[in-house]
């Protein structure tokens, strides 16, 4: 909460408090405070438009540069149209005037439920487009090599992939070629007929699953018997 009238807050908090039993609220009151605290985790901004040494037309640009993602909602004592309008063009969710002040709850159950459909349909849309960016990459290029590094680069889009690569499996010699090899820990490697039965790829390759292998994970594999650590554990 970005305020500077203590009795304000104190009155938001009684009023957020039953929409949102035990929620916790900061209140800060300078754009210092603001860039301090902005990536700090929190799940909504509620900001009052007119401050001492700011504005909220300021905190909008500040939560648009150093976090976007974040709702913000304004709340003041008076807001004219024109400025409501400059405020939602410069990316409020939602603004409330402090006569509303108990619609307050519901304003922000709304915002985030929005946020969260925006954010899931920004989520689909960057899945697409790394798997277009895969698509291009395996079809327009006859390097193998280069094709997927390519989708190592794409894939890193959505995830961390500092341990990346690509195992293909010899059926006549039953073993794998790495024709993409790309480890945190360990140099570039590029080899070929390759026996990892008792590694974490030939542990996939049996059971036919896939596999979130942190470390935790393959530590677990390895109490049971399942596969033995081949290099640095991820």
């Known amino acids: 909460l970005i305020e500077d009238n203590q009795a304000d807050a104190i009155l938001l908090k009684e009023i957020l ?3 949102f039993p ?3 609220l ?3 009151s300078t754009e210092k405070e603001l860039l301090e605290e902005i ?9 009052d438009f007119f401050l001492p040494t700011f504005n909220g037309m300021k905190a909008l640009e500040i939560r648009n540069q150093e976090n976007e993602a974040l709702p913000l909602i304004i709340c003041t004592s008076s807001m004219d149209e024109n400025t409501a309008v400059e405020c939602m063009k410069a990316g409020a969710d939602d603004y409330v005037l402090k006569a509303d002040i108990k619609k307050m709850g519901r ?3 709304h915002v985030l439920e929005n946020k969260q459909i925006e954010n899931e349909k920004k989520k689909i849309e960057e899945v697409q487009s790394v798997i277009f960016e895969i698509a291009e990459a395996t079809l327009l290029s006859n390097d ?8 190592h680069t794409s894939i890193g889009k959505l995830m961390n992939v500092s341990n990346f690569y690509v195992a293909l499996y010899r059926k006549e010699t039953d073993s794998f070629d790495f024709p993409y090899f790309k480890d ?3 140099e570039p490697k590029y080899f070929t007929n390759v026996d990892r039965a008792r590694g974490v790829t030939g542990y996939v390759w049996r059971t036919g699953e896939p596999l979130f ?13 399942e596969i033995d650590i081949i290099g640095h554990s991820a």
């Open 144 to 151: 193998l090599k280069k094709s997927l590094g390519q989708v």
């Open 184 to 186: 945190a820990h360990d």
């Open 22 to 24: 035990g929620f916790s």
């Open 17 to 19: 408090n039953e929409s």
């Open 213 to 225: 292998a942190n470390e935790a994970v393959q530590q677990e594999l390895v109490k049971k018997g």
């Open 26 to 28: 900061k209140t800060i």
């Open 39 to 47: 990536h700090k985790g929190y799940n909504l901004v509620i900001s």
């Open 107 to 109: 304003v922000i159950t």
